[in-house]
């Protein structure tokens, strides 16, 4: 079975400019996750979609960041304009409903952004 | 609420002596608790999991993890390193809240030594 596909894999810019990461899910996985990791530390929830409707954003910094899941596969991740702070490695995870109770996800390799 | 604390930020032990990466939960409810493993530049897998069946979990790669409620423990073990070990660990609990998000520690960085 295929992985969770994320691109681009590397992505280096210079703040206030944007950039978009993209995620396609497992096939058949309702719940999609993006994560920022930020050197050091462990994933933190950026927003979660449940299909095309999203679950939870509370972490999410809507003045620069937005995601969005047209029709409840592929997912993009924007930021508009870029932070210095922005530099982390953007994770994307998928579940299916049969492993909502385990909390097992599925993770894509992740873009790793540098703010210069 | 729940949390998690993993107590090392790093961990280094020679090839092929025993591991041993800590961690304590907080939680309200009988949890579920994960371990994944994220090589360099790879994403994060699923080492192993703890969902109230038996306390001694067996995982990928030869590790294991013992659910403690006692003392609120999850520690991940393995009873000897391979250099492929090398990575960093995310003990990891869910929340069970509507969205059954999960929280995750810090991390442990293991780092095997020749």
């Known amino acids: 079975e295929a992985g969770v596909a994320q691109s681009p894999r590397y992505k280096i810019i210079e703040k206030r400019q944007s950039v978009a990461f993209w995620c396609n899910p497992i096939?058949?996985?309702?719940?999609l996750y993006w994560y920022q990791q930020i050197l050091g530390q462990g994933p933190k929830l950026l927003i979660q979609?449940?299909?095309?409707?999203?679950?939870?954003d509370s972490q999410l910094p809507k003045d620069r960041f937005s995601a969005e899941r047209l029709k409840g596969v592929d997912s993009t991740l924007k930021i508009q304009p870029a932070k210095l702070e922005d530099s982390a490695v953007y994770l994307c995870?998928?579940?299916?409903?049969?492993?909502?109770?385990?909390?097992?996800?599925?993770f894509g390799e992740g873009s790793r952004l540098t703010v210069l | 609420a729940q949390s998690v604390t993993q107590l090392d930020s790093h961990v280094s032990v020679s090839e092929g002596t025993p591991v041993l990466l800590r961690c304590n939960y907080s939680?309200?409810?009988?949890?579920?608790l994960f371990w994944y493993v994220q090589h360099p530049n790879k994403g994060l897998q699923l080492l192993l999991k703890y969902t109230s069946a038996a306390t001694l979990v067996k995982g990928i790669n030869g590790f294991e993890a013992e659910f403690k409620k006692s003392e609120t423990s999850f520690h991940l073990t393995k009873p000897s390193a391979h250099m492929s070990d090398a990575a960093e660990y995310f003990c990891?609990?869910?929340?069970?809240?509507?969205?059954?998000?999960?929280?995750w520690g810090a991390g442990t960085k293991l780092i095997i030594k020749p």
């Open positions: 939680s309200s409810y009988s949890p579920s």
């Open positions: 979609f449940q299909n095309n409707g999203v679950v939870d």
């Open positions: 990891v609990v869910n929340s069970m809240d509507s969205n059954y998000q999960l929280i």
């Open positions: 096939s058949g996985h309702a719940t």
């Open positions: 995870a998928s579940r299916p409903p049969w492993r909502q109770l385990t909390g097992e996800l599925f």
